[in-house]
Nanobody, 124 residues
Framework: QVQLVESGGGLVQAGGSLRLSCAASGRRSSSYVMEWFRQAPGKEREFVAG????????FYRDSVKGRFTIARDNAKNTMYLQMNSLNPEDTAVYYCALKAGQIIITSTARIDYWGQGTQVTVSS
């Protein structure tokens, strides 16, 4: 069983920055990817960014490219999402996710584990 715990959410003004963290514990497969999703009120949960834990390869949704950076710290078993130039459309609950395998996917259907979520609110 894998546990994922997010932190770092909060309230920020448009143009500001936040860094989310996701600490992973428990037994994981030899290859896996970790991803960030978000869900705004009344909307579907959507993919934000993903990272292959072994290779470090990353993938982003178009709307966050150049503003968000995903990274991982192997020693701390922690994934990060640095979010810059935030705008109100980024307001959502952000979820950490883990999927066995090497392919970063953008669908929620294949995710093996979810964190509890952390709220990010961007005021205009």
């Amino acid at each position: 069983q894998v546990q994922l715990v997010e932190s770092g959410g909060g309230l920020v003004q448009a143009g500001g920055s936040l860094r989310l963290s996701c600490a992973a514990s428990g037994r994981r497969s030899s290859s896996y990817v970790m991803e960030w999703f978000r869900q705004a009120p009344g909307k579907e949960r959507e993919f934000v960014a993903g990272i292959n834990w072994n290779s470090g390869n990353t993938f982003y949704r178009d709307s966050v490219k150049g503003r968000f950076t995903i990274a991982r710290d192997n020693a701390k078993n922690t994934m990060y999402l640095q979010m810059n130039s935030l705008n109100p459309e980024d307001t959502a609950v952000y979820y950490c996710a883990l999927k066995a395998g090497q392919i970063i996917i953008t669908s929620t259907a294949r995710i093996d584990y979810w964190g509890q979520g952390t709220q990010v609110t961007v005021s205009s």
